[in-house]
Structures are given as C-alpha cells and as structure tokens.
C-alpha cells in the first residue's frame, strides 16, 4: 500500500487533471459537508436539551397544586387546590421507602437591603434536604439544618449572585440582611449549575416563612427524589399512585388534568432522550444517504475516468503493468480523492459551525460541533467509501485489453 | 528468438461467423534480425504482431518467444513477459500525455520495480542515446513527430529487450524524419537487437534486411535484402 512510487503516479495524474479531481471530489465533499452541519446542529439540539435538565436531581419529582377544571364530589369547578403541611407529612408517611429526599417549599417575592444595595429576588423557603434535590452547592457557610427549622431561625442561605449583588467582592457569610423590614443572618452561600436564575434565590426555613409571610401552614410546592434503587417504570407508576393519593386527599375528580400536577423529570428526560434518537437516526439517515449519492458520484465519474484513460492504461499494459498495478492505481487514486474531498467538506463544516453556532443559540442550538471520534470514524467511513467507490472502476480497468486500449483513440 | 509453427487466429464477428485472419502462419525470427512484415490492410500483419507482441493470444499453432513456448498466460505473466522481453513502437507514438519525455522513458522501468533514482539514470541515458537529452524535461506535445517518436523508441529499448517490434513506426511521420527514425532503428539493430517491423511502405520495408510478405494470412514471400 505504502508505494512512494505509486503515490507519485497519482498524485501526478491528479494534479495534471484538476478539473477532473475538482469535480469528482465535489460530490463527496458537499456530502461531508452536510453531514458535518447536520451532525453538529444535532449535537447542538442535544447540548440544548441536556443543560436544560442539568438543573436538579434527575430524579426529582415536582408536586405543583393549580385550580380544577371539573366540578366533582359537591366541589365547585376553579377551585384553588391549597397543599399544607399535612400534604408534606402525608406523603412522606405513605411513601418513606420510595422516597430519597422530600422538600416542601413557599415562594416570596422580596426586597432585599443591604447597606445601600438593594436588589429584588425571590425567597424560596424549604427544608433542609432541599439541597441535595436542587443540587445547590455550597462554597460558603452551610445550608438550612433542622434546628433552623425548629427554631424558626432568621437565616438564611443565599445564592452566589445575590452575594455579588449586594455585598460586592466582600463576604455575605454572617452578615444580615434586610428582607421586606425584617433582619435575616447569612449563614451559607450556594452555587448552582441550573443558571442564574437558580443563583439569584434566597433561601429560608419553611416553618421561619410560613411564621412571617401568612402565620399559616401553606405550601406553593412539594418536591421530592425518588428511591433511585426504583427503574423509570417504578418510578412512574409511584409518581401515578402518588397523584391518585393527592387528587382523592384533595377531593379532586381523577380526569381532572390540572387540580393538582405531579411532574416526573425522569419521564420528561426519557422523552427527551427518545426524542433524540430518533433525531439522531433521521440525521444519521441523511448523512449517510448524502454520503452514499457522494460514492456512487465519484465511482461514476471514476468509470468515465477509466475509460478516458483507456489508451493510457493500454500503454502501460503494453509496457509491462500488471493487472494488479493498474486496479491498485485506480484504487487508491479514488480514495486519495474520497479522503481528500471529504476532509475538505469535514473542515468547512467544522469551520462553518465554529463561525456560526454562536449565532444559532437562539435557535435552542448549543455549542453545535463534533467530536473527535466522530472524525476519526468519518475517516475510515472516507476510506472505506474511497475503495467502495474505487471497486467498480479499477475492475473496469484491469479488464482492458492492451489491443483495444490501444486502437482506442 | 521469435519461431511460430502453424499459426491461427480468427475473431468473432456477430454470433456466429468467424473471421479467419491469420491461417497457418509459419515463421522463424533469429536473434539480431531485422525483419520487415509487409502486406495491405486485412492481410493480418498487425494482428500477428498482436500475437508476437503478447497482446493477444493465438488459436491454433505454436508460439516460441525466447524458446519459451507461449500457452495459457494469464494478464499478469503477459505483462512481465512483455516488460522483460519486448520493446514496443507504435504508429501513433502511444506516449502519455501528461508525463514529460524523461518520466515516458521510465515508465517501463517502474513495471520492472527499479528504483526511482536509476530510473532516471538509465532513462536519461537511452535519451541521449537517441538525441533528446535536452528535451528530457519537455511534454510530448512539445515535441515534434519525430522526436516524439524516438522518445517512443528510447522507452522501448529502456528495459533492454529481447526484440523491439515496431508498428508502422513511420506511418506518421514525413519522410525526412521517416529517414531519420530508419536510422535509429538501423544502428540499434547494428548493436545486436532484433528489429521487427510492420508497415506497408516498401521504402520503409527495403531499409531492412528481410522482408516477409502476408497476404489474406498467409505468407506468400519471404526474402533477404541483401542490405
């Protein structure tokens, strides 16, 4: 295969035919060069997906309260569904084993004062276990404990850029802040991979929020982690016995589709993923069709080629070529070409999704690029497609006779 | 060198019908002959030098090439046959357009699997030979006829073959380089080579020094010159 001499015989027909090279390579290159975009527009799709549901457990199931929309067991349509602390305590009795973490939580908006700084954020008031389920890191202090809760502390654990907000370079770490009136102590500061939204909370002790903000046993939400020994099917048909249990404890009509929701991000991700691969195979599918009409493009050309070369591989025949020499040439030459062409339209892709996925971020395309093994398999796929491509012809060739080829003009 | 007993060829015309165009061709070339294969067009004299040439295979009879007998050769011995033993020289000069006349005079070298660097000696060398030296670097097209030719010749003689046979080697060319290639292929005859030449130009046949005459494929004369 690694023939200096041979090397020198194509690259020599190749460049003393350009026009032919150029066009024969076009085919395959274009080819390539879809694939490149549409494989890294894919990515880019799935980058999208896959930050959106980096922001909390995978497993974490949300237990949301709404109105109803059907009247049922004497109880008005629209009605407010309210969940409380009983609801907490409910579920938690029914389903300590398939529950991993549990979190109540009470929502507030709120203005915050600290020395001149003043910003609007949001409170969201949980139990301490809430951290492990929204994934907040802590670089600063601690999170909410239990005490806190007992006690109805004045603490709070705030996000990362509430700290930058208000306290500048300095540390919020022990110093209180003023929120609606009411003086709180900083006791942690978190982090979060879930975006600056996340980084902008505030939070507090529910039973401390539930003294100040109504003197009541309100909850805006519930959220939990499911046992992660249960599978995505265990999973779900706890999350629907838990719904059957809130709907019938809240005396709301089981058609009913928004008295109360529970959301499992398990399912929605598997959608999600379900929704990928059959992205990724329609992208696949194009790809190799598009790569595919790019080999049949340059082993028909290759045919033409051969056959415009009829007379000069008759002198070589005649001047001692073996058969093996001529299918050898014809060969490699057409994947030296396929290589080529394809590395061109790989570059161009990768160069052009460099240049523009910035811009695509808009169009919920992420960072579109490919990877390296996605390279290295493209090419050998090149290489493989080169001698598939290659096949047709270079048989064509040895069967030349050095006669005909010579009499041809 | 060259001994043929009995020789057939024909070729299929349609589904059926066979054209008969070599019938028992009997002939005996000696090492450093100069032989002159004449008829009309249709007598068979290029399809014999086909055969001869190992470019084609013969029917019936028997083929002696370097007392080697020719029977059942597969594309790839007939090639390294024809690179060790046979020098060809064509009408139309058959010199690859793209290569300069240097690379030409290679090209037979390479099939031999010498090396890149006494390819290009050995080659410059058979140049100079035939007096092109300095248009080693020249494409064919810059070339003239004749000179095109004897880069043809240069590359034939280049593996240093058994025989040289060459097809109506003038046949495009006027007559003062006729002439000239004539010479060439006079003085490499002189040398030791056997020369096989097919043309119908008694000119041409009378330079050499044995003229066989084929007609409808038979041969029908057979003389020395006396040259």
Redesign the interface.
Known sequence: MFDLDRWGEIFQAISKNKLRTVLTGFTVAFAILLFTLLFGIGNGLQNTFKSQFKDGAENAVYIMPGRTTKAYKGNQIDKRIQLKNGDYKAILHKYEDKIEYISSRVYKGVRAIYKSEVGNYTVRAVNPNHQFIEKSIIIKGRFLNQFDLNKKAKVLAIGRLVEKDLFGKHSALNKFITLNGINYKVIGVFKDVGGDWEERVINMPISTAQGIFGNNDHLDQIVLTYNPAMDINQSLSFTNNLLKFLKKKHQISPKDQSGIRVKNVAKDKKDVNNFMNVLNFIILFIGFGTLIAGIIGISNIMIFVVKERTKELGIRKALGAKPKAIIGMILQESILITALAGYVGLMLGMAILNWFGPALKSFFIKDPSVSRGVVIGATIILIIAGAIAGYVPAKRAARVKPIEALNAN | MIKLNNLHKSYPIGKKDFLHVLKGIDLHIKEGEFVSIMGSSGSGKSTLL?IV?L??HHDEGDYFLNDKKIEKLN??KA??L???FLG?V?QSF??????TAL?NVA??L???GVS?KERQIIALEYLDKVGLKDWAKHLPNELSGGQKQRVAIA?ALV?KPKVVLADEPTGALDSTTTDSVMELLKDINKEGMTVFVITHEEEVAAQTKRIVRLKDGRIISDELTGN
């Open positions: 086909n040439g470019l084609d594309e790839s090639a390294g024809r690179n060790k060809f064509f058959n010199l690859i357009s793209y290569k690379e090209l037979p390479y099939y031999s890149r590359r593996t």
